[in-house]
């Protein structure tokens, strides 16, 4: 059943994205046959769990500062005359971003670059923007209203293939959950490897990487302490680097934000060879250089709890034509081993 349940995902992968397609698609143009069919072991394997890696969406959630107000509103059941049916709906409240908000991903038209900093007063000038795959700015986005002609959701596939789950607050932090500001290192990543069942395996092309910090201790609804959003480790830009040379498809974290952010009252240095007059520089690397896709707001406790350090990761973003980002309801399938 497997086997035919990936021969299915093939032939819709391959209706929804041509060619012409792969200049905008970055690393996803790795998923097929190859990285689809590690998923027959994990689906097959009679102790394998499902691990719901997303939040519950809900208006009390921590949301981004980013993204406006999320407030669901549910509207009165409601019928039809000299019919039988009732149906219910609901709407979301006016200029709400959607996308950013709750467990989602960026699209790689999310970010895009220019050649001298912004003064933050004139008009920003997209001429000279530039985007993944150098594409300019307007191809990209040629009006303020317009949506993205290129790099949108609509060009990303079902992101289906192996998930690595490095445990850095357990192998790293020998157990302590990061602080605000702090990053992950390549010294991280290579110590948690080696110090997990991912030591013979590792990194390998194809991958989706999840990385589990223990920030989402911070993660409450109702947000009464407001921490969550304000603040948050992330990875080192060497780290995105590092990521980018094992071919990665999309990286997570239990964050907001694969970029750290530090306590305004508890500055952090930032690590030698960062890029300056950037807020976001992993997002930069990820986005417009390497072509690997952000995963933000990963609800990894369960599944670092149960030592699922390898297993099948499902995400399919909302093909919304011309979106910079897309919620996600992402799922990994493995065996608990703990």
């Not at 406006?68 to 005359?81: D, H, R, T």
Request: proline fraction near 7%.
């Amino acid at each position: 059943m497997h086997k035919l349940i990936l021969f299915s995902i093939s032939i819709f992968s391959a209706s929804l994205f041509s060619s012409d397609l792969s200049s905008q698609r970055g690393m996803t143009n790795i998923l097929g046959h190859q990285t689809w069919s590690r998923c027959s072991e994990f689906i097959s394997h009679p102790k394998s769990e499902s691990y719901e890696l997303s939040y519950l969406r809900t208006q009390s959630m921590p949301l981004s500062p980013f993204a406006g107000e999320y407030k669901p509103k549910f509207l009165p059941a409601s019928s039809m005359p000299d019919t039988v049916q009732i149906f219910t709906m609901d709407v979301l409240n006016e200029n709400v971003n959607d996308g950013n908000q709750g467990t989602q991903m960026d699209a790689l038209g999310h970010f895009g670059h220019l050649d001298t900093p912004w003064d933050g007063e004139s008009e920003l000038d997209m001429a000279n923007a530039t985007f993944f795959g150098g594409f300019k700015g307007e191809e990209v986005k040629p009006t303020s209203d317009s949506p993205l002609l290129k790099l949108g959701m609509e060009t990303v596939p079902p992101i289906i293939t192996s998930a690595v789950l490095i445990d850095v607050k357990k192998h790293a932090f020998e157990g302590r959950s990061m602080s605000a500001g702090e990053y992950v290192t390549i010294q991280d990543i290579e110590k948690s490897i080696k110090a997990s069942s991912l030591n013979t395996r590792g990194i390998i092309e194809g991958d989706v990487v999840l990385i589990y910090t223990g920030w989402s201790d911070n993660y409450q609804d109702p947000d009464e302490s407001k921490i969550y959003y304000s603040m948050a480790p992330g990875i080192s830009y060497s780290l995105a680097q590092y990521l980018a040379s094992k071919k990665v498809v999309a990286v997570g974290l239990d964050t907001p934000f694969v970029d750290a952010l530090a306590d305004p009252n508890n500055p952090m240095p930032i690590p030698e060879g960062t890029p300056q007059n950037m807020a976001f520089p992993v997002h930069h690397y990820f986005l417009t250089q390497a072509g690997i896709h952000t995963l933000e707001n990963f609800n990894l406790k369960k599944i670092a709890d149960d030592s699922v350090e390898t297993s099948c990761v499902m995400i399919l973003p909302l093909m919304v034509k011309g979106s910079s980002a897309s919620s996600i309801r992402p799922v990994a399938i493995g065996v608990p081993k703990s």
